[in-house]
């Protein structure tokens, strides 16, 4: 959770972290816009279409997401790694709380960056495969150093939910682990593409009465995928 009065400071340390990796904010880009819907939400600005629309909340709330994890590892000495990845939110698509249809966009590298995000903080010595595919997808996504341990994570973004989809997504992450140097591993599956957003949204302007109930919403969701 975090109060609307905080992403006024959050939107500027995302600006400061974006500068420090050269990548600019382009003034009539998606970025920007996304930037500057943040900072009228903060203030009170949005008008009430604004308010009651569903993609724009989830476009700020997508956005606030990444500017935290960006922010809060801003100071890590492995931030510079980041910087190939980091470049594919100038284009401001960086919503992963919406369905992505197609795995040739940019949908798998984001939730690659998620993870690693993620990982700065328990981890040291990280490095992140090539975005553009430089390792034809045979290397983990994500590997460093945690616990006196090397551990590589292989990101799995599914776009299907049949069984032998999800058996080809691990089996593949287990075959980057293994040929690679890391003492462990971890296979890191999304179902994001496969949950019913729209139910777990709920009405917006009515909203959910706990957080606890669409959380629970989407677990029984996880649960039935599993199934």
Partial sequence: MIPFSDFEPLTNAFKNALSKLRIAIAP?????????????????????????S???????????????????IFSHRDFLELTDHMRMLESGKIKLNAPDTDPNTEGPKLFELLIALSVFPIGSNIKLDDPAGGSQGTNPDVLADVGHQSWAFACKLLYGQRGLTVKRATAKGIDQIERSAAAKGVVVISINNLLDHAAIRGDISKGWASITEPIQLMRDIGCEIGR
């Fill in 28 to 52: 009539d880009g998606e970025l920007n816009r996304l930037c500057d819907l943040t900072l009228r939400l903060a203030r009170g600005e949005l008008s009430q279409t604004e308010r009651q």
């Fill in 54 to 72: 569903a993609d724009a909340l989830e476009d700020i709330a997508g956005f606030v997401t990444f500017a935290r994890k960006v922010v809060r």
